[in-house]
Nanobody
Framework: QVQVVESGGGLVQAGGSLRLSCTAS????????MGWFRQAPGKEREFVSS????????LYADSVKGRFSISRDNGRNTVYLQMNNMKPEDTANYCC?????????????????WGQGTQVTVSP
């Protein structure tokens, strides 16, 4: 059974940083692209970032480009989302997702395994 589990959320002040982690199991991690999505109360889920399998090409939403950085450690089956210069509008539940695709993708429909999410709150 494929599973992904996120960790690292919390409360941070605007301008601060957090690093989220997502550990996957049950499929070949190295061959799987991974993605981060977020959903704020009353809003639709939105794409944040994706990293391809292997060495991992990356994709970012325009809203986080230059502030967030996605990376992966294939030896630890873990993907990270480093979030810097955070803004109150980054407040959301952040979910990690796994796909059978090797290439990175911003489309939620391409991901078949989702974590429960971790809450990130950015205070003004």
């Amino acid at each position: 059974q494929v599973q992904v589990v996120e960790s690292g959320g919390g409360l941070v002040q605007a301008g601060g940083s957090l690093r989220l982690s997502c550990t996957a199991s049950g499929r070949s991690f190295t061959l799987s692209a991974m993605g981060w999505f977020r959903q704020a109360p009353g809003k639709e889920r939105e794409f944040v970032s994706s990293i391809g399998g292997g060495a991992g090409r990356t994709l970012y939403a325009d809203s986080v480009k230059g502030r967030f950085s996605i990376s992966r450690d294939n030896g630890r089956n873990t993907v990270y989302l480093q979030m810097n210069n955070m803004k109150p509008e980054d407040t959301a539940n952040y979910c990690c997702a796994s796909t059978r695709r090797f290439t990175e993708t911003p489309y939620a429909k391409d991901y078949d395994v989702w974590g429960q999410g971790t809450q990130v709150t950015v205070s003004p």
